[in-house]
């Protein structure tokens, strides 16, 4: 018997060695990928002033960039979670029953409506800005926080009403059917039949909406101008844009920007990875 | 029975309504903030629409004016160079890494899985959190890149990436291929999943294994997806501002202007909303041109596949 598995239990092994060594490989490759992140955490660690050598490893870890960070740009960091949180609900709100009625509903208008929802996707940011900011003017929506909202909204909207209609495309509607003959309405049918049974897909159309308006840079860019409402993309930005840049500074910022979106990709990888790959191929 | 009838119809008419109440909110939505500001920008593109305008609300209409003012300024034409050779070179880089990357994660091996959704952060940063960490490390002086260089003797002197107009767009580029790198690794390796061992099995039977298997199976099977992936590669491209704002400004002279940071620069910082509208209705008609070739693409690749 020994003779018999002695050459598998070899092969096994050489197998499983290979393997290994493809892992790291593996890690290696992600290694160098990662390395501006790395770089980044590594150089908000380093004391204050610009920074004239940053050590290849944070050996003496200084954490005044993150207290001046916190001082400069506290404000910020709220501005843009209320912001972020605010356009991920609206984009939810509009684009779960769009994406329910797109998928399901039998109704005149749908082809064109899901022709156009595709094709935003594609019109550059630069359309959107040039034209909100010449009506956001008279109505005295620039530097508002509802009016970040409704703008940064414009790129939820389309990749939820997508991402979730994707998913309820394969629903079956008999459940739906059965509901209705129950004595619900469409709108009671909706709330407490679909939408719990649809979670998932309503997870990641609302951590993507809320990641793209956290992102957002050209609509604070263009439609704020003072310092009171600014997102913390903006006040990255302006950041560097001084001559007497505090590097450690400037990386603990861009280190807490980072937060919400490594948080979602760790707690919620699931979902992460369903929208990335759901957002483009359907 | 008439009551009966119109009662029905009544209820029909009553259920015909409340199912347009679904789409109602996100049409209008999509009217408001898509459909208006692309009508918006094609009227103001044939009006002189400046500074002044904020204040007494005159735009007078000026015809093509402003198309003929875009069309003769040498940085447009420099932009619109800068856009093509952006788009091209960030493409070809993303594509190329990005399918390398999932062919080597489409091995099995420990770990494989957790190391593939570690590659999707540099994704899901915002663009300006890249934008600053790359300009510390393109930075001359103390940039971890020139002093990488450096320690290994690849170079002397260290290279002014972002602020010599010599190499600012290759700058440009390779962030941008980075960035990039994370999505065309998703949607290439999906599609790697979704084509059958049994033919690379069938294939080997015949003689088709490593590069062979490659170019007469995986390729052509992975056809579809890869037109997918680089037609969206350049509708995104094509329209990024946020990491040329960020890392350049478009600058050195220009060096790394496109047609994107062109308009942002035209309507917000020179003030001629006219202009800025006249060149981003030529990035629209740019990107739209791509987006139906992408939307034809991918219908063909749901009906093949």
Known sequence: MSTLTAPVVRRHRRRTGTAWLHTVVGILLVAVMLFPVYWMVNASLAPAGNSLNTGWLPLDPDFSGYSRAL???????????????????????????????????????TAVLLFVVLTSQMIPGIVIANALYTVYTPLGMINSIPGLILADASQGIPFAILIMRAYLETFPTTIVEAARIDGCGHLRAFWSVVLPVSRNSLITAGIFSFLFAWSDFLMALTLTTGETIRPVTLGLYTYIGTNDTDWSAVMSTAVLSSLPAVILMVIAQKYVAAGATGGAVK | MTAQRIDRRRSRRRDLMVRYAFVLPAALYMLAFFGYPIVKNLVMSFQAYDFSTFFNG????????????????????????????????????QFVLGLGLALYFRRRFPLSGLLRSLLLLPWLLPMI??????????????????????????????IPWLNSSDTALVAVIIVNIWLGIPFNVVLL????????????????????????????????????????????????????????????????????????TRSYEMSFVEFDFGQGAALSNILIVIALAFSIVYLRANARAAKNG
């Open chain 2, 58 to 93: 005159r735009a007078p209409f000026v015809g093509f004016e402003n198309y003929a003012a875009t069309l003769s300024d040498p940085i447009f034409v420099r932009a619109l160079t800068n856009t093509g050779l952006f788009t091209i070179g960030s493409i070809v880089g």
């Open chain 2, 129 to 158: 959190v890249s934008a600053a960490v790359w300009r510390w490390i393109l930075e001359q002086d103390n940039g971890a890149l020139n002093r990488f260089l450096e320690g290994i003797g690849l170079i002397s002197d260290p």
């Open chain 1, 71 to 109: 001082a400069d740009q506290g404000q910020n960091l709220l501005t843009s979670l209320i912001v972020a949180i605010g356009a991920c609900l609206l984009s939810l709100v509009i684009a779960a029953p769009c994406a329910y009625a797109l998928a399901q509903f039998r109704i005149r208008g």
């Open chain 2, 189 to 260: 390796y999906s599609g790697l999943q979704a084509i059958p061992e049994e033919i690379y099995e069938a294939g080997a039977l015949d003689g088709a294994t490593g590069a062979r298997s490659f170019a007469h199976l995986t390729l052509p099977l992975l056809r579809p997806v890869v037109s997918v992936v680089l037609l969206l590669g350049v509708i995104y491209t094509i329209k990024v501002l946020d990491l040329i704002i960020g890392l350049t400004g478009g600058g050195p002279a220009n060096a790394t202007q496109t047609l994107a």
